[in-house]
């Protein structure tokens, strides 16, 4: 490899789910004027996974992380990065990652850093592991996501309560001669912050954070804008695709699947409606799980390669997209299951 520019390569993912699951039935019969079989027509939600009250993001990222260790027989003494995406941090500071870092027993030589992305920030990672081994900074990178967001909704907030739940993914991610991730592109837009927003708890006064759009209806520390960030992905999703496919002089039929956030069925259904794409190129894997924010796409990819449904010949492409607002993108052919 000395004398090839080495390249990120997406490997084995190992998936924690807290064990306390949150019904819709459940929801149900605790709020009976809520209109459950509504709302699971539109999210495609029917439960989802809550932390306990003590547990938090890192102990969901450390657990993930065990767990990719033992059953891929992951030596931990030759992890040379951690990655973690996450908007639940344990505290303030130090970074999660740090601790994390020493709860896995892993080398003191090991960087080790927190980023702040949600739904976008898987493919981000992935961007930040590529650019990593390609300097050769690294080899072998751990990237985790891993997210509380229940810990931001007021129990009686039905718009949020029944959409978001928690989880922590771990991913190997190596370096290989063969370039497996490629076509990276970002975008921003910090106007649309206040689409999905939790404005206490930084050292901006609360008196002088930024304010949700329109007026909220629940007692949430968590806002969400929901037809507000819709209209964004509709918009911004398809232009990152056609941006991608023509800069890597690429079109929609060499494209596979479109593996893409898990926000809702509703804003998935919508975007394969605007981009003209058959609904089963566009997978969708939140119905047991919910929406677990930076966790959703290492989820579905990890359902995929357990049924067999990726190929090292196939191109696919990975989008993340929502708060910030965020989006990313990229080319990926899964190189590592089928290898």
């Given amino acids: 490899m000395d004398s090839l520019v080495p390249h990120a390569q997406l490997g084995p993912i190992a998936i924690h789910l807290p064990s306390r699951v949150e019904t819709n039935d459940a929801l149900q019969a605790k709020y009976p004027r809520w209109d459950l079989d509504l709302i699971a027509e539109k999210t495609g939600i029917r439960q989802r996974h809550i932390a306990e009250p003590s547990e938090t993001a890192s102990d969901l990222a450390v657990a993930a992380a065990e767990q990719l260790f033992q059953s891929q027989s992951i030596d931990r003494s030759e992890i040379d990065f951690v990655l973690l995406c996450t908007q639940t941090p344990d505290y303030p500071l130090p970074t999660t990652s740090c601790l994390i870092h020493d709860r896995l027993g892993l080398p003191k030589r090991c960087g080790a850093l927190d980023f702040n992305l949600g739904c976008s920030g898987f493919v981000y990672g992935l961007a930040m592991a590529d650019g990593l081994i390609q300097s050769r900074a690294a080899k072998k990178i751990l990237l985790l996501t891993a997210e509380t967001y229940s810990k931001y909704i007021d129990p009686d907030d039905r718009s949020l309560r029944t959409i978001f739940g928690d989880a922590a993914a771990a991913t190997l991610v190596t370096a290989e001669n063969e370039k497996s991730l490629w076509g990276f592109q970002f975008g921003s837009d910090g106007s649309g912050g206040d689409m999905l927003i939790v404005g206490d708890g930084g050292s901006r006064p609360t008196e002088d954070a930024i304010k949700p759009r329109h007026r909220k209806r629940w007692k949430s520390r968590l806002y969400m804008d929901g037809p507000s960030l819709i209209n964004f992905t509709v918009e911004a ?23 893409m956030h898990q926000a809702t069925w509703k804003m998935l259904d919508q975007l394969a409606n605007r981009m003209g794409v058959a609904p089963e190129r566009i997978p969708i894997e939140l119905s047991d799980v919910g929406n677990t924010v930076s966790c959703t796409l290492p989820i579905l990819i990890d359902r995929l390669r357990n049924r067999g449904e990726l190929s090292a010949d196939s191109v696919n492409m990975l989008i993340g997209f929502g708060v910030g607002l965020s989006w990313a993108g990229c080319l990926w052919q899964d190189k590592w299951a089928t290898g």
């Fill in 237 to 259: 999703v398809p232009r990152l695709i056609n941006e991608i496919l023509e800069e890597n002089g690429l079109d929609d039929s060499r494209i596979h699947r479109y593996l």
